[in-house]
């Protein structure tokens, strides 16, 4: 299989471009903030989001106190049209904090350089306590690159008796709940029990997960989010429910939900997979 995966690093020359900057605290988690980044390498559009990634970064970082390791080298498919960098908030633990809202101000190319400057207006929230050590999941897929049409299974394995909760992020910024859904609503999974998404007795009856490439794509990347909790908390913004059962939502909605979640009584766990022709 050709490789899929290119990462881009950027030289020491370069990393001086890059910063970020609040430029005024507006309230309430709200921040105007700037975010610079180099044109080299990188199509302008890749630049204006990585400029918007290190300007929402500085925001969680102001707003929590807490620094915040950066996951945003971009990874491109062979097309170099398809980048995972706004995962990046979903993809790390939001207990420091994530962006909740963010309205553009504006961009522009820096005179006498090779950067692009932009400034964007962001919320930030952040969820409370702290996480429980104790409570931990293992889990995986079946494989990491899957064919358009190919069928998925998940396996989750909780430290604690707990309430799972597994979604997918699709890159049009659409959210699945696979599971619970209306088919299998009974989420309740005991410790150290492993949990099959679907199970052999689930497929017998036609319960099956395919992934599918979006219209216009040859490849492309997804992740699939895996939520437990200490108690059940239903989900409460679904916009639509699909042909196998499944709900949908959106990610600001998704993250909203989170953010609400003590960290004591959740836990989570982050797959990522490839879909080619």
């Not at 062979?78 to 504006?106: C, F, H, T, W």
């Not at 992020?169 to 999974?189: A, C, E, G, Q, W």
Request: net charge negative; glycine share 6%; charged share 25%.
């Amino acid at each position: 299989m050709r490789s899929l995966i290119t990462i881009l690093f950027f030289s020491a020359l370069h990393l001086s471009a890059q910063s970020g900057e609040i430029l005024k605290d507006l309230g309430d988690g709200w921040y105007e903030v700037m975010g610079t980044s180099s044109l080299e390498n990188q199509t302008l559009e890749q630049a204006r989001r990585k400029a918007e990634d290190i300007a929402c970064r500085e925001a969680i970082e102001h707003f929590s106190g807490v620094q915040v390791s950066s996951s945003s080298s971009y990874v491109l498919g062979e097309s170099e049209r398809m980048d995972v960098d706004k995962y990046s908030q979903i993809i790390n633990s939001v207990s420091a904090g994530s962006i909740l809202e963010k309205m553009p101000i504006s961009q522009k190319l820096v005179d006498g350089s090779f950067d692009i400057e932009v400034k964007i207006k962001v919320k930030v929230g952040q969820q409370k306590g702290k996480a429980d050590p104790k409570f931990k999941l293992k889990s995986s897929l079946d494989r990491e690159y899957y064919k358009h049409g190919e069928e998925m299974t998940i396996s989750v394995t909780p430290s604690m008796d707990c309430y799972l909760n597994i979604l997918n992020f699709s890159s049009n910024d659409s959210v699945y709940i696979l599971f619970p859904n209306t088919l299998l609503k009974n989420n309740f999974i005991r410790s150290g029990e492993t949990f099959l998404l679907p199970s052999e007795e689930n497929r017998e009856r036609g319960i099956r997960f395919r992934v599918g490439l979006l219209p216009g794509k040859d490849e492309d990347l997804e992740m699939i989010k895996i939520l437990a909790t200490k108690e059940n908390i239903p989900f409460t913004a679904l916009s639509s429910i699909s042909t196998i059962g499944t709900y949908e939502s959106t990610a600001t909605d998704i993250i909203g939900w989170i953010m609400d979640i003590p960290r004591d009584k959740m836990t989570e766990s982050t797959l990522q997979y490839w879909i080619y022709k």
